[in-house]
């Protein structure tokens, strides 16, 4: 296949751009209902393109390039690097035999309509309106954790995949796991009595990103417009633009909306909850060093659901296991506890430590996608996008609070989480880390969320405009998630 030259994609974007500039959504978008499921029959072939294909998006390529009969036929990223785009494509041309074409705008990928599949692996503040785009056209799509970077978009994007009836699949590859979900109906069962609280852990090393002084210089490679996207187009203010972005609120969720939100979604999972909680509270702080990262490195979030409570740790300073667990999951409950040390296993243990019983097992998240695709059954999904979505605006709440938080001292009188015991004793040991990693306490000051009380079925904050206004953004023209479907 002839790829896109970079004189024929500049023609071909200048057109584009002007046809879609202020449109708010792509420009004449093909309605769903007039691009009916043709690639149904698992012999018939089903094109994809991959938007982002420098980290996530090269466990995309495998999981689609000459797998599942699919194939890519086109990659898109807004850095034509050749140490991005290079080896993605040649990963492909291996994999299936044909190279794909390149492009750099997803305006081009969302127009073309021989593309059946859009997988999304951008940084987070892209994933929903991309998605929203490729659904808009008429395409099913695969799209990256956390499905939103804020509340209100993900909440459009389940919206959207209803109205375009569209197949949409979040990246919580974990729900595909057949040890994990085994594991889940025997929570679900009872086996253990009943779940009181279910934990969610990021300990994950994550060092210092470095201190600038001025705008850094961007890769000469990059359309930084269109990097930057719905999110405002501001000067580069870290050493690195990629991955980093992590760390910095317009563009990512910390750790808690990067490898926590597949915890976080496990947790929610193992409650069994179809909604948001009832209220939300975090703590937290960036420690142990002192760098251009936004976001806390350091954090407890405590989300209520009345009848149980979900506890989420994040650690970004090196620490010890609990129980048994660095990255992963900790269901306590009144018969014993289920442990969930990774994506593909889980232990059952009863009160006295006796191993119950294992579950493990894995699954292909891309092929349990795409035999929804050509079922057209969303219900085929094990990661439909409104489980996506549920789990993602967790993460959100828990930023939200964090974020309109006050600086305190440690103060050993002033227990935050008050006559909650477990969450107490996880605040004691958040403590007794920091001391581990050399923060001195005594001089150090943590930011103490607000509690929000939260209207799970409007999705929004009970008697708090300020906090409402966070479930939302303003997006830059163009570049706008719609307010409502």
């Known amino acids: 296949m002839a790829k896109l030259t970079r004189r024929d994609f500049l023609q071909h974007s200048a057109l584009l751009s002007a046809a879609v500039a202020g449109a708010g959504t792509l420009a004449n978008p093909l309605r769903a209902e007039e691009k009916t499921a043709k690639k149904g029959a698992a012999s018939e072939q089903l094109r994809v393109a991959c938007i982002g294909v420098r980290g996530r998006g090269r466990d995309h390529i495998k999981g689609f390039a000459g797998r599942h009969n699919c194939l890519v036929t086109t990659i898109c990223d807004v850095d034509l690097s050749d140490d991005i785009v290079g080896p ?26 021989n593309i059946d599949i859009v997988s999304i692996a951008t940084p987070n503040h892209w994933h929903s309106l991309a998605a929203i785009w490729a659904m808009q056209a008429g395409k099913d799509v695969y799209v990256e954790k956390p499905v939103s970077h804020n509340v209100h978009e993900g909440r459009i994007l389940v919206e959207i995949a209803r109205k375009f009836k569209r197949i949409c699949q979040a990246g919580t590859q974990i729900r595909s796991s057949s040890g994990m979900r085994a594991a889940m109906e025997y929570l679900h069962a009872g086996k253990l009595g009943k779940l009181q609280v279910a934990r969610g852990l990021c300990y994950k090393s994550r060092p210092s990103i470095g201190k600038v002084n001025g705008p850094q210089p961007l890769p000469k490679t990059i359309d930084y417009d269109l990097w930057c996207g719905p999110a405002p187009k501001t000067p580069l203010m870290r050493k690195k633009l990629h991955y980093d972005w992590h760390w910095i609120w317009d563009y990512g969720n910390g750790d808690l909306g990067n490898q926590g939100i597949h915890q976080m979604d496990v947790a929610r999972w193992g409650l069994g909850k179809n909604e948001l909680c009832k209220a939300a509270f975090s703590v937290g702080g960036r420690f142990g060093y002192i760098d251009d990262g936004q976001t806390a490195n350091t954090q407890i979030c405590l989300f209520d659901y009345g009848d149980a409570e979900l506890i989420f740790e994040v650690r970004g300073l090196p620490t010890t296991k609990y129980q048994e667990v660095n990255v992963g999951n900790v269901f306590h409950c009144t018969d014993g506890i289920l442990v969930c040390p990774g994506y593909t296993e889980a232990r059952a243990y009863s009160p006295k430590g006796e191993l119950l019983k294992t579950f493990k097992g894995g699954e292909d998240h891309y092929g349990n996608f795409v035999k929804a695709v050509r079922s057209r059954k969303s219900s085929d999904l094990n990661a439909e996008i409104l489980e996506g979505h549920l789990s ?20 050993k009188a002033t227990q935050p989480f008050g006559d909650d015991k477990a969450a107490s004793e996880t605040f004691g040991r958040m403590c007794e880390h920091l001391k581990n990693n050399m923060v001195g306490l005594a001089d150090a000051t943590y930011m103490v969320g607000r509690h929000l009380k939260v209207d799970p079925t409007r999705e929004m904050f009970m008697g708090d405009k300020e906090a409402n206004a966070m479930l939302t953004r303003e997006y830059r023209k163009g570049f706008e998630v719609p307010a409502k479907v």
């Open 392 to 411: 993602s605006a967790l993460c959100h709440l828990g930023n939200i609070s964090y974020r309109l938080g006050t600086a305190q001292p440690f103060n």
């Open 88 to 113: 993605a494509s040649k990963m492909i041309e291996k994999a299936q035999g044909s190279a794909p074409r390149i492009v750099q705008d997803l305006r081009v990928v969302m127009e073309d309509k």
